[in-house]
């Protein structure tokens, strides 16, 4: 079967163009400073051909078939890249809805005469675009999901750096929670540098965790007794009063490793481990 | 004295994901009732442990938050459920130290002595059952 809207959009596809992009334009929330409006013009009349590509099939409802898989294509990579560019659910969708709109009054004008034919093809039409921006929903949270696994990954690099304070003196702020996996990573990292900075006092600071429970606490004592292996002290600072609280609740036994309530004060009592003291200078005549 | 539930939200527990999203939910329950920082210390660590015991021991189950009042006061409950191993002497696991894992054995007594209410209900075989209330003061 012949499609008439394709004949249509055929014929008058720059009415239809202009009336989307004009559509687009009106839209409040469409983002200028994100992207131009050749990039616009562009990305419109790209779509609108490869649509119109497709429904000459005849084919309206089934867009898993071959005819739409470059629409589907330039929907997806559109969709992603506005993901990225931090563009909205709504902008992003609205993008394909406006589209909608520019057809039907394209369609009104042209079968205005027969009415069976428009509303036919007019109810055709906007179930296909409405699974297409379905799919391009789809496709833009898939964008953001990429961009949330990104920050993942950067969070866990960035995450436990080890800091060489004074010399034989190590700092580790550990923040967020602390699991097996992260908790292995720390390990790892601070005895690595007590070998490498021949360092004998190591801070550990977790002012930054958010929850001490009995798995977490555990994991410290572990970190503290591998280090003692090799020599150095640790001593854990950032103990918040709540936190100290639900320790002894929880019956951790924590006696056995130096605890203080601030980093400045684990620093403190390091600089005197080494028989170092910090003084005001004095001050010029 | 009969109780009221106010709100209540379901989450299902089978990752370490889950579980920093269950703590982050309960908190914004706990701080939307006003509850002081140090009982909400309390609830979320004896909540941190029982989940934890959901994924060590059944690998996975189900939460249910909610917050309840009896007129008197408010607070926060929440139900743990797993259909995991359950568990043979209730008695002896809140005993502090004992564990058939490898953890400090902490973990269900500590979790009983930061809330206000505790009940475990487990069958062998079956799953386990725990519910606790804190209450906002």
């Known amino acids: ?285 | 004295m009969t109780m009221i539930s106010l709100n209540k939200e379901t989450l299902k527990i089978g990752t370490e994901q889950d579980v920093i999203l269950f703590r982050q939910r309960l908190k914004e329950y706990a701080t939307k009732i006003g509850m002081s920082l140090l009982n909400q210390t309390k609830l979320i660590t004896a909540s941190s442990e029982l989940v934890r015991n959901i994924l060590v021991y059944a690998k996975k189950g189900e939460v249910l938050i909610e917050v309840v009042s009896d007129r008197l006061q408010t607070g926060i409950r929440v139900t743990f459920k797993d259909q995991g191993p359950g568990i043979a002497d209730v008695q002896k696991a809140l005993q502090d130290g004992y564990s058939t894992g490898k953890s400090l054995g902490l973990g269900l007594p500590g979790a009983k002595r930061l809330v206000n209410f505790f009940d475990i209900q487990s069958t062998p075989g079956h799953g386990t059952t725990v519910t606790i209330i804190r209450w906002k003061r």
């Open chain 1, 1 to 285: 079967m012949a499609s008439k809207t394709s004949d249509i959009l055929n014929k008058r596809k720059k009415l239809v163009l202009e009336t989307w992009i004009n559509n687009q334009l009106q839209d409040p929330t469409l983002r200028e400073d994100l992207m131009t409006n050749q990039e616009l013009h562009g990305q419109s009349e790209e779509l609108l051909d490869s649509f119109n590509q497709a429904i000459r099939s005849g084919n309206y409802t089934d867009i898993d078939s071959q005819e739409y898989y470059p629409v589907l294509d330039i929907l997806n990579s559109l969709s992603v890249t506005r993901a990225h560019a931090g563009f909205s659910p709504r902008e992003t969708a609205t993008f394909v809805l406006s589209l909608k709109r520019a057809i039907v009054e394209v369609l009104q004008q042209e079968l205005a005469q027969d009415q069976a034919l428009l509303i036919s093809e007019i109810l055709k039409i906007s179930d296909l675009l409405d699974s297409l921006s379905i799919s391009t929903l789809e496709a833009f949270i898939k964008g953001r999901e990429e961009v949330i696994l990104r920050q993942t990954n950067e969070i866990n690099e960035i995450s436990t750096p080890v800091i060489r304070v004074w010399e034989g003196i190590l700092a580790l702020p550990i923040i967020g929670t602390l699991d097996s996996e992260r908790t292995q990573i720390i390990m790892e990292n601070l005895l690595q540098e007590i070998v490498n900075t021949s360092s004998n006092i190591a801070i550990l600071d977790i002012s930054g965790v958010p929850t001490v429970d009995t798995l977490v606490a555990q994991h410290l004592i572990k970190t503290v007794s591998a280090a003692r292996l090799m020599g150095a002290e640790c001593i854990i600072s950032g103990i918040r009063p709540e936190i100290a609280q639900t320790i002894v609740h929880l019956g951790i036994d924590l006696l056995g490793v130096q605890t203080k309530a601030s980093l400045a004060a684990a620093l403190q009592t390091a600089f005197s481990r080494q028989q170092l003291s910090v003084v005001k200078a004095k001050a010029k005549p």
